[in-house]
């Protein structure tokens, strides 16, 4: 009963701590974001691996989101004869939900993760600990870069994602079940409102920070070897996904009411 | 090269994203009105169920705006519109349902006259659509009439009564028919009669050709016998005069004695044609009465100017203008009634004779002065004896008149006595103004009569002056109406009235 006890405690101490440690990741990357040396080709190397590295699956999965939506969205307005309603839906959906945060899921299994483990094993090959003795901070050379990535890759592939997305909507509304193709943009237009976009942005860059940030987290203090780097990269992932989908919640909640 | 490839990598994804985000935000931007430009109006309406924010507002199914807030008024509801066009106080907003999902937006009508309406200002003018709950509302009364209807219906079949009354009226129907069938059997003798006559009548008419025909070979028949007959006396006659000859030639004879007594006719004929001929030579050369009357045209210039002549005469006779007057004046000193009749020929307009019969109530006064030379009386021996005679009988006036211009002048007799007279016509001849003066010897003063006349209408006139303008004991005013006829007037109502015989 005391272990049992003990146990929770410790879990809750763990957690406590784990949100300490993180914040205080998350203070000395914001910290040191500002300062020089701007190690611009670490920065670029990150932007590659975070944006340039996980587009082409942010564009597929885009796709047959928009595509999936379509088709689904008009069946059910068919029951209305409101078909014409499809793309403006999905519009919607895509640009305020599903791109930010389908993107961040998808950067976040591939990125993140990818983010966890190079760390990781960077922690448990102790060249994080070498990066100290060459007098570099490792969170400034290591972290802030990918942070940065984060920050402006996922918006951007959001931005990306809701594009591909509707253009999967509009084939398979107006090419394969034949929706006016007039009345689908109009009504896109009509209902799609700037707000819609800009506030998926904001989320995609929550999000891209959360999941940067997450995989930083979960590999910068990793340990045990190879299982504590898979173990980190699993967590990383898990957490990474559960965070943005509970961070969704509050800034749609944010934003909309 | 790898150096070179990861910052193109990377800014390939963000030059996409960023155009991909531009483009996107353009053409969502296309579809709502521009937040910053247009102004905000706000109408109150009872239920604003279905509208929300961002709801679309149209003018003619163009968006010219938004639902910018809703907010609760009382127990109404404050719907404030974002619209980028031009209003006017008269515009009015209605809620219209965009489809059966409950969703609407509002219709506005902009307005034609009125005031613009500016920032903040409230569109009066709420129409209500139908909403489908009213519907609802509608079907369920329709419902419940449809269920009375119904309900007594039943009551009236539904049961034992109501059948039975059913079969009654079944059997009504049946009577009914019946009758029907009876009264077309009882009228089928009187169907036959008239079918009878039309038959008959048909066949008089049937008989009727029929005679004509008989009629018509009969006739034919006579014909064809008087052909036959005037074969015969041909016949006969040549059969005669073959057998006569002789006969025929003393015919012949007379036949020529006749000719020969014809011929002497003849002759006599023509010497009386040549006579006639030399009648007419005569007549034609102007010889003898008959002559001179055809052939002289001194009869013709003659009777010409003679009808020149009465022409001109008639057409003097024909512009002669009568007018006949009639006045009454009365006397306030005397309170009497004077009244004149006139009677004025007027050949020119600028010229009339005119004839007056006068009743005067003051009569003709004269005055007689006897003096008689007496012996007997021991006093003077001389009487005088002064009379002042007042007769009351007609007087006349006959009076010549010429006007100059707006002036007319009299002169001849007036009332008994030559006297003078002047007119003086204004405004349009409606106002005259007149003065006579006459009986320069009846007493002190000469008579003089200043009056004024109006015309008021186109026969009637009124009257009113002074009389005895110098002569302070009999002086009096007057007033008087009168009536005027001119001969036009005069031949309407003469042709109107039954025509004497003269």
Redesign the interface.
Same mark, same amino acid.
């Given at each position: 009963m005391k272990r049992l006890i003990e146990a929770i405690g410790q879990r809750v101490i763990d957690l406590i701590e784990g949100i300490g440690r993180a914040a205080m990741l998350l203070g000395q990357t914001l910290a040191w974001l500002p300062r020089p040396p701007y190690r611009i080709?670490i920065l =670029?190397?990150a932007?590659?691996f975070v944006?340039?590295g996980s587009?082409f699956i942010v564009l597929l999965t885009g796709l047959f989101t928009g595509a999936v939506f379509a088709l689904q969205g008009a069946g059910a307005f068919r029951l =209305?004869n409101?078909e014409s309603l499809v793309g403006s839906t999905v519009?919607i959906s895509l640009?305020r939900e599903l791109s930010p945060v389908l993107t961040g899921l998808m950067v976040t299994g591939r990125a993140g993760s990818g983010i966890a483990t190079e760390l990781g094993t960077m922690r448990v090959t102790e060249q994080i600990d070498a990066l100290y003795t060459m007098a570099v901070n490792p969170i400034q050379y290591l972290v802030v870069p990918r942070f940065i990535a984060g920050l402006?890759?996922v918006?951007?592939?959001s931005?990306?994602f809701?594009?591909v997305g509707?253009g999967g909507a509009y084939f398979v509304g107006v090419v394969l079940l034949n929706i006016d193709e007039g009345i689908f943009l109009?009504k896109?237009?009509? =209902?799609?409102?700037?707000p819609?976009?800009t506030s998926g942005?904001i989320k995609a860059c929550v999000f891209g920070g959360i999941l940067t940030m997450v995989g930083c987290y979960k590999g910068f203090y990793a340990s045990g070897g190879a299982r504590g780097v898979g173990l980190a990269t699993t967590q990383s992932v898990v957490v990474s996904s559960v965070l943005i989908l509970v961070a969704d919640y509050f800034l749609t909640a944010m934003m909309f009411e | 090269m790898k &150096?070179i490839l990861?910052?193109f990598?990377?800014g390939?994804?963000?030059v996409?994203?960023?155009a991909?985000?531009i483009?996107?935000?353009g053409?969502?931007? &296309?579809?709502?009105s521009d937040d910053a430009s247009g102004y905000r109006v706000y109408a109150i309406f009872e239920d604003v169920s279905g509208l929300a924010q961002?709801s679309?507002v149209v003018i003619a199914g163009i968006?010219v705006g938004e639902i910018d807030k809703i907010e609760l008024a009382g127990d109404k509801a404050k719907v404030w519109l974002r619209v980028n066009t031009p209003l006017k106080s008269d515009a009015r907003v209605a809620k219209r349902q965009a489809?059966?999902?409950g969703e609407y937006y509002l219709q506005l009508t902009p307005g034609y006259t009125g005031t613009p309406l500016g920032d903040g200002d409230q569109i009066k003018n709420v129409d209500y659509d139908v909403a489908p709950a009213d519907l609802m509302n509608g079907m369920k009364e329709i419902v419940a009439n449809v269920q009375d209807i119904t309900a007594s219906l039943k009551r009236v079949v539904g049961d034992e009564e109501g059948e039975q009354k059913l079969s009654e009226i079944l059997t009504n129907i049946n009577e009914a028919v019946g009758e029907v069938n009876k009264a077309v059997a009882a009228n089928a003798p009187k169907i036959d009669v008239v079918v009878d006559n039309v038959v008959k009548v048909t066949e008089n008419a049937k008989h009727f050709t029929e005679e004509f025909r008989r009629d018509a070979r009969v006739i034919l028949a006579d014909a064809r016998k008087v052909a036959s007959d005037a074969r015969d006396v041909a016949a006969n006659v040549k059969a005669i005069v073959g057998e006569n000859q002789g006969k025929v030639q003393e015919g012949f004879d007379g036949v020529r004695g006749a000719v020969s007594r014809l011929q002497g006719a003849l002759d006599k004929l023509d010497e009386t044609l040549d006579r006639a001929r030399s009648i007419a030579i005569k007549i034609d050369e102007g010889q003898g009465t008959v002559g001179q009357l055809i052939n002289d045209d001194r009869l013709v210039r003659n009777v010409n100017e003679l009808v020149e002549e009465s022409g001109q005469f008639v057409k003097k006779f024909t512009r002669l203008q009568t007018v006949v007057a009639m006045r009454s004046e009365y006397y306030l000193g005397q309170t009497a009634v004077k009244n004149y009749l006139e009677v004025r020929l007027q050949p020119k307009p600028d010229k009339y004779y005119s004839l007056t019969l006068v009743d005067d109530p003051r009569g003709r006064t004269s005055f007689r002065e006897t003096v008689t030379n007496s012996s007997a009386s021991d006093e003077d021996p001389v009487v005088r004896e002064q009379q002042t005679i007042t007769e009351d009988r007609f007087r006349l006036s006959l009076q010549f008149a010429k006007r100059f211009y707006f002036v007319t002048g009299r002169i001849g007799i007036i009332e008994n006595t030559g006297g003078l007279g002047l007119d003086v016509f204004l405004f349009g001849d409606t106002l005259e103004l007149s003065t006579d003066i006459f009986a320069f010897d009846e007493n002190v003063n000469p008579r003089q009569r200043m009056w004024g006349t109006y015309t008021f209408f186109t026969h009637l006139y009124v009257a009113a002056g002074i009389d005895d303008v110098w002569n302070d004991e009999l002086t009096d005013f007057f007033v008087g109406a009168g009536i005027r006829f001119t001969d036009d007037d005069l031949k309407a109502i003469f042709t109107a009235a039954p025509a004497p015989s003269l």
């Amino acid at each position: 009963m005391k272990r049992l006890i003990e146990a929770i405690g410790q879990r809750v101490i763990d957690l406590i701590e784990g949100i300490g440690r993180a914040a205080m990741l998350l203070g000395q990357t914001l910290a040191w974001l500002p300062r020089p040396p701007y190690r611009i080709r670490i920065l =670029f190397q990150a932007m590659e691996f975070v944006g340039v590295g996980s587009l082409f699956i942010v564009l597929l999965t885009g796709l047959f989101t928009g595509a999936v939506f379509a088709l689904q969205g008009a069946g059910a307005f068919r029951l =209305f004869n409101a078909e014409s309603l499809v793309g403006s839906t999905v519009a919607i959906s895509l640009a305020r939900e599903l791109s930010p945060v389908l993107t961040g899921l998808m950067v976040t299994g591939r990125a993140g993760s990818g983010i966890a483990t190079e760390l990781g094993t960077m922690r448990v090959t102790e060249q994080i600990d070498a990066l100290y003795t060459m007098a570099v901070n490792p969170i400034q050379y290591l972290v802030v870069p990918r942070f940065i990535a984060g920050l402006v890759m996922v918006p951007i592939l959001s931005v990306l994602f809701t594009l591909v997305g509707m253009g999967g909507a509009y084939f398979v509304g107006v090419v394969l079940l034949n929706i006016d193709e007039g009345i689908f943009l109009s009504k896109i237009y009509w =209902f799609v409102d700037p707000p819609d976009l800009t506030s998926g942005l904001i989320k995609a860059c929550v999000f891209g920070g959360i999941l940067t940030m997450v995989g930083c987290y979960k590999g910068f203090y990793a340990s045990g070897g190879a299982r504590g780097v898979g173990l980190a990269t699993t967590q990383s992932v898990v957490v990474s996904s559960v965070l943005i989908l509970v961070a969704d919640y509050f800034l749609t909640a944010m934003m909309f009411e | 090269m790898k &150096e070179i490839l990861t910052p193109f990598r990377v800014g390939l994804v963000v030059v996409a994203g960023l155009a991909a985000f531009i483009w996107m935000y353009g053409k969502i931007e &296309e579809g709502i009105s521009d937040d910053a430009s247009g102004y905000r109006v706000y109408a109150i309406f009872e239920d604003v169920s279905g509208l929300a924010q961002k709801s679309r507002v149209v003018i003619a199914g163009i968006g010219v705006g938004e639902i910018d807030k809703i907010e609760l008024a009382g127990d109404k509801a404050k719907v404030w519109l974002r619209v980028n066009t031009p209003l006017k106080s008269d515009a009015r907003v209605a809620k219209r349902q965009a489809s059966l999902l409950g969703e609407y937006y509002l219709q506005l009508t902009p307005g034609y006259t009125g005031t613009p309406l500016g920032d903040g200002d409230q569109i009066k003018n709420v129409d209500y659509d139908v909403a489908p709950a009213d519907l609802m509302n509608g079907m369920k009364e329709i419902v419940a009439n449809v269920q009375d209807i119904t309900a007594s219906l039943k009551r009236v079949v539904g049961d034992e009564e109501g059948e039975q009354k059913l079969s009654e009226i079944l059997t009504n129907i049946n009577e009914a028919v019946g009758e029907v069938n009876k009264a077309v059997a009882a009228n089928a003798p009187k169907i036959d009669v008239v079918v009878d006559n039309v038959v008959k009548v048909t066949e008089n008419a049937k008989h009727f050709t029929e005679e004509f025909r008989r009629d018509a070979r009969v006739i034919l028949a006579d014909a064809r016998k008087v052909a036959s007959d005037a074969r015969d006396v041909a016949a006969n006659v040549k059969a005669i005069v073959g057998e006569n000859q002789g006969k025929v030639q003393e015919g012949f004879d007379g036949v020529r004695g006749a000719v020969s007594r014809l011929q002497g006719a003849l002759d006599k004929l023509d010497e009386t044609l040549d006579r006639a001929r030399s009648i007419a030579i005569k007549i034609d050369e102007g010889q003898g009465t008959v002559g001179q009357l055809i052939n002289d045209d001194r009869l013709v210039r003659n009777v010409n100017e003679l009808v020149e002549e009465s022409g001109q005469f008639v057409k003097k006779f024909t512009r002669l203008q009568t007018v006949v007057a009639m006045r009454s004046e009365y006397y306030l000193g005397q309170t009497a009634v004077k009244n004149y009749l006139e009677v004025r020929l007027q050949p020119k307009p600028d010229k009339y004779y005119s004839l007056t019969l006068v009743d005067d109530p003051r009569g003709r006064t004269s005055f007689r002065e006897t003096v008689t030379n007496s012996s007997a009386s021991d006093e003077d021996p001389v009487v005088r004896e002064q009379q002042t005679i007042t007769e009351d009988r007609f007087r006349l006036s006959l009076q010549f008149a010429k006007r100059f211009y707006f002036v007319t002048g009299r002169i001849g007799i007036i009332e008994n006595t030559g006297g003078l007279g002047l007119d003086v016509f204004l405004f349009g001849d409606t106002l005259e103004l007149s003065t006579d003066i006459f009986a320069f010897d009846e007493n002190v003063n000469p008579r003089q009569r200043m009056w004024g006349t109006y015309t008021f209408f186109t026969h009637l006139y009124v009257a009113a002056g002074i009389d005895d303008v110098w002569n302070d004991e009999l002086t009096d005013f007057f007033v008087g109406a009168g009536i005027r006829f001119t001969d036009d007037d005069l031949k309407a109502i003469f042709t109107a009235a039954p025509a004497p015989s003269l």
